[in-house]
């Protein structure tokens, strides 16, 4: 009894082992060193994976107390969860405060992802996504629950991208369908409207690169020196797409230059509309309407199209089964084929083999009896000797019969 109640005890330790760690983090694999986060504009990210800690870019000022550094305390992989704590408090009216900031996440390669902010809007943090309360000393844990990663009101565009430094040209995905062309545009800043005619806005050299050339207007756009940027996402709501581009200069001061650039773009006929935000979307953002952290408002006509059939063409692993799907076919095709010649072939051998019999055994057979049908009497009613046949065994010679005895002549006695 005491065996079988200690090996139940180990059994439920080894399962417990596979359940997870409430209050324990881990990093996915990825993330450690230099990345690019469009939530916050103010300098690239760092992530520490040896201490499960956010170093730098992410600044929060709450309260006029400011939080740069954060700490991993839970991550819950199965539902793609990940929560950090301030490692500064805030102080509200001598009370502190810790401030906290749960991600949802979505891996779209080793070297991007995509993430919401799991909180509520906080007025005075500038408005940022953070969860903030009071400090308890007592408690040392902290686990994903609905108190910090519930949020009430969260829109589709308010979505944050993360791209590993190293990775910028991976990241690279194709433009929505109202970007795909080559245009000219106008750009209303809120009181005045610049380029317009001989302006070109090009999506159809490159369809992962938006280039503008400022030869033709010198007005700069989606924060860049070069007029270069990658598409590395986009999402929809109705008819806006949301659209976030990479600026590709090597370096950007966070002051008048910048990594991202969030679209809200739309159509209307061949007319293009897009408002500008640096960093993410703004929560509502409209195309029509500027944003208090862009540039302004777009209108583009175009030069020419080049969409799609669909949004998006076929991924490189699609294509690449597509390719083996056909390869697989032509391969059963040729198989097909070959295989019906070479019974074609053998089935014309065996018949010509059978055939060829069947025609010699009819050929004798018609010749025996046309030889023995086929003779008729001379002129004199007699039959005509037979002759042996060459495809009939000749007969061996008989004995000769013994002669009959000679006729003697007998006297009658009536005579």
Same mark, same amino acid.
């Given at each position: 009894m005491?065996?079988c109640?200690?090996?139940l005890?180990i059994l439920s330790v080894?399962w ?5 760690i409430?209050?324990? @983090?881990?990093?996915p694999t990825?993330?450690?060193?230099t990345?690019y986060?469009?939530?916050l504009?103010a300098a ?7 201490s ?6 992410w600044t ?9 550094t954060?700490?991993?305390v839970d991550?819950?992989s199965s539902?793609?969860?990940i929560?950090?704590?301030g490692?500064?408090h805030?102080?509200?009216?001598s009370?502190l405060?810790n401030a906290f900031?749960c991600?949802?996440y979505?891996?779209?390669s080793d ?5 919401y902010v799991y909180?509520?809007i906080?007025?005075?943090a500038n408005n940022?996504?953070?969860h903030i ?6 408690v040392?844990?902290y686990?994903i629950?609905s108190?910090?990663c ?5 829109s589709?565009e308010e979505?944050?991208v993360?791209v590993?430094?190293?990775q910028?040209s991976?990241a690279?995905?194709?433009f929505?369908?109202p970007f795909l062309g080559t245009f000219a545009y106008?750009?209303?800043d809120?009181?005045s409207?610049?380029?317009g005619?001989g302006?070109v806005?090009d ?7 938006m280039?503008?050339?400022?030869t033709?207007c010198a007005?700069k ?7 270069e ?5 986009y ?10 581009v ?7 001061d966070?002051?008048t230059?910048?990594?991202?650039? @969030?679209y ?15 960093g ?6 409209s195309?029509?309407?500027?944003q208090?952290?862009?540039t302004g408002?777009?209108?583009?006509t175009p030069?020419?199209?080049?969409p799609f059939t669909?949004d ?7 294509l ?19 295989g019906?010649?070479?019974?074609k072939k053998?089935?014309?051998?065996h018949?010509t083999?059978?055939q060829?019999?069947?025609?010699n055994?009819?050929?004798m ?5 046309r030889?023995?049908l ?5 002129e004199?009613?007699?039959l005509p000797?037979?002759?042996p ?6 007969p ?17 006695n009536y005579?």
């Open positions: 005491n065996t109640y200690n090996y005890v080894f417990n082992g596979f359940e997870r409430e209050g324990a @983090c881990t990093f990825t993330w450690d060193g990345w986060d469009s939530s504009t690239d990210v760092t992530f520490n994976k040896a499960l800690q956010v170093t730098s870019g929060i000022t709450a309260y006029s107390s400011t939080v740069s954060w700490t991993c991550h819950d539902s793609n969860l929560l950090f704590k490692d500064q805030v102080n509200l009216f009370s405060q900031r991600l949802k979505t891996k779209m070297g991007k992802y995509i993430y909180a509520d906080q007025v005075n940022a996504r953070v309360e009071s400090h308890d000393p007592s040392t844990t686990t629950s108190t910090y519930n949020p009430s009101d969260l589709t979505y944050a993360l590993q430094a190293s910028t991976a690279k995905v194709y929505p369908t106008t750009h209303n809120g009181s409207t610049t380029c005619s302006s806005w999506v159809c050299t490159d369809r992962q690169i280039t503008v050339n400022y033709q007005t756009q989606f924060f860049s020196t070069g007029g940027s990658y598409c590395v996402y999402t929809s709501s109705g008819s806006t797409y949301y659209t976030t990479l600026n590709t200069d090597s370096t950007v966070f002051s230059t910048y990594r991202f650039t @969030c809200a773009v739309t159509s209307s006929g061949s007319t293009v509309y897009a408002s500008d935000s640096k993410q979307c703004e929560r509502s953002q195309p029509t309407t500027k208090s952290d862009g408002t777009l209108v583009f030069y020419v199209t080049c669909t998006e063409p076929a991924s490189a692993s699609s690449g089964l597509i390719i083996a799907i056909v390869v697989v076919l032509l391969l059963l095709i040729i198989a097909v084929i070959v019906f010649i070479l019974y053998f089935k014309g051998q018949k083999m059978h060829t019999l069947r025609e055994q009819a050929g057979a018609l010749e025996t009896y030889d023995a086929s003779i008729s009497p001379t004199d009613g007699r000797p037979i002759t046949s060459s495809n009939l065994p000749k061996e010679d008989p004995e000769a019969p013994a002669p009959l005895p000679p006729i003697s002549t007998m006297t009658s005579l």
